[in-house]
């Protein structure tokens, strides 16, 4: 299973922790904010000591921020130290940390962490809104985030209060419904200033601390109905220190039911956030998945950053050299590559295209390892090889139920090289390279070049309304379809070695293709 580097950088402290695919938490290290250090120096010890326990799949930076996701920057960040936000660009820090990094709005991530693992999962159409210091929050619409260019629903700045505001008084939703209000409201009324003590007054009856806190909810309520407005979602989960109050719930919910969207089928739900303070750290498990494609940058810095075209083809006659244009991002998250299991002939090196082998026994064993990692994971499409070999790597996986037989996974055809060893080959033909020059009497690398792109094409379009692909197949394909993944020429697939029962990943860096894991055979190491 594959994991993610998540990290919580706030005003006070920050946290990184390791978090599976499917939201657990499995290991997680905090120290305060250093604000006198350089960034990102104090953050790569905090997460160095981290990625010394496990090697990870990408990262995931959660910043209380406005984030550019178009240039990959972090924008605008006044609880961090004046001099951090020039030094949280992702590709700085992809750099610093041999990873694929992404920098993702506090409140975004940990919309994302509930609405996929916590009080919102179910939902399609989800606002979080956490009240705590300040007021934030995150929306998700059919499953992805809201937002263009820049991180978007900064609702704690939103005004609730025109008189005040004309009048230059405090009229925001976070000046006026916060836990920083609820303090300096209660101060004003001769109550203590801690929100802590104000809400254990309300909890003993106290009328004037009552008071205060009415007030403060009402604002809330009606902020939480104003968002409902622009979005009718399906829930709202309230969250942060003072979010996660119970005595919030009936204040919204009547706010909800009296001011809030008339007519829909069925009301908006109101839910108490489940994962505490753990929530930004979870969404990274769900990050990629629930972002859109970030939008291309088109002034200024950013514009200047972006790499010219490369060339699309190699001069005429280099078989196997030409390079396609990279997939357009849609809704397909990630391809997962199973390559099938041990059998006779791949523990001889015999190259195995039509040959219709079984697995060993040996084999079946080690697969359902490879099975036990995909338990969980949810995926769109399944689709496997016709080939024996490959279809009884699925069935032994659990996915043979739901498998599409694919006949563009068959394993390159070998021709007259056929059950063959390479040795073997090359005693007739000197320097004979598969990627390059084919199989006489089978196929050359520009007729495999074109399976696979098609193939590449109809994974984009079967997945067009989200989700994850698995696949089921044979190493030379494979590897050839990891290397048209990247735009790349069929030749590179001879520098991707792919061992039997191994797991791979394609997926996206923001609008590019990439390999986030590749070659994983972690569930073999003791077997």
Aim: charged share 20%.
């Amino acid at each position: 299973m594959a994991e993610t580097l998540a990290v919580d950088l706030g005003g006070t402290h920050m946290r990184a922790a390791i978090v599976t695919d499917d939201g657990v938490v499995a290991l997680r290290r905090t120290q305060p904010t250093p604000r006198q250090d350089r960034c990102p120096d104090a953050l790569l010890v905090l997460v160095g000591d981290v990625l010394e326990t496990r090697p990870v799949s990408a990262a995931v930076i959660g910043v209380p921020g406005r984030i550019d996701h178009a240039a990959g920057a972090l924008e605008y960040a006044p609880n961090l130290p004046p001099h951090w936000p020039e030094a949280l660009r992702e590709d700085l820090l992809s750099d610093d940390l041999g990873v694929a990094v992404s920098l993702a709005n506090d409140a975004d991530l940990a919309t994302v962490g509930e609405a996929r693992f916590g009080a919102g999962r179910g939902a399609g159409d989800v606002v979080y809104v956490t009240v705590s210091t300040g007021i934030g929050a995150g929306v998700l619409l059919g499953g992805r985030l809201v937002r263009g260019r820049r991180s978007a629903a900064e609702l704690g700045h939103t005004i609730v209060d025109l008189t005040a505001h004309g009048h230059g008084e405090m009229a925001t939703a976070e000046d006026r419904g916060s836990g920083t209000a609820f303090g300096r409201l209660g101060a004003a009324r001769g109550l203590p200033a801690s929100g802590a003590q104000l809400a254990a007054l309300v909890e003993a009856g106290d009328d004037a601390a009552r008071e205060v806190w009415e007030q403060v909810a009402g604002v809330v309520a009606v902020t939480v109905a104003n968002v409902a407005h622009l979005f009718a979602p399906e829930v709202v989960v309230l969250g942060g220190g003072m979010g996660r109050d119970p005595q919030l719930l009936a204040p919204v919910r009547r706010a909800l039911e009296q001011d809030g969207p008339q007519g829909l089928a069925a009301a908006v739900e109101v839910r108490t956030a489940e994962l505490g303070d753990d929530a930004g750290l979870v969404g990274a498990a769900g990050w990629a998945a629930a972002s859109p494609p970030a939008p291309a940058p088109t002034t200024g810095r950013a514009a200047a950053a972006t790499p010219p075209a490369s060339p699309r083809a190699a001069p005429a006659g280099a078989a196997g050299t030409e390079r396609a244009p990279l997939p357009s991002r849609g809704s397909l998250q990630r391809i997962v590559l199973v390559r099938h299991a041990e059998t006779a002939w791949s523990l001889t090196g015999q190259h195995t295209g039509s040959t219709d082998l079984p697995l060993t026994d040996a084999g079946r064993r080690k697969v359902a390892l490879a099975g036990a990692r995909l338990t969980g994971q949810r995926f769109t499409r399944v689709l496997t090889s016709p080939l024996q070999r490959a279809a009884e790597t699925c069935a032994i996986t659990g996915f043979d139920g739901r498998a599409e037989v694919h006949e563009a996974l068959r394993e390159w055809d070998y021709g007259e090289y056929e059950g063959r060893t390479t040795p073997q080959i090359r005693e007739q033909d000197p320097g004979w390279e598969l990627y390059r020059d084919g199989a006489p009497g089978g196929e050359s690398p520009e007729a495999v070049r074109s399976r696979v792109d098609a193939l590449i094409q109809e994974l984009l379009a079967l997945c067009r309304e989200g989700g994850d692909a698995l696949l089921f197949s044979h190493g030379h394909l494979l590897r050839a379809l990891a290397a048209r993944w990247l735009g790349e020429p069929v030749a590179l697939g001879r520098h991707l070695g792919l061992g039997t029962g191994s797991l791979s990943t394609l997926g996206w860096k923001r609008e590019l293709t990439v390999i986030e894991v590749w070659n994983d055979r972690a569930h073999l190491e003791d077997v």
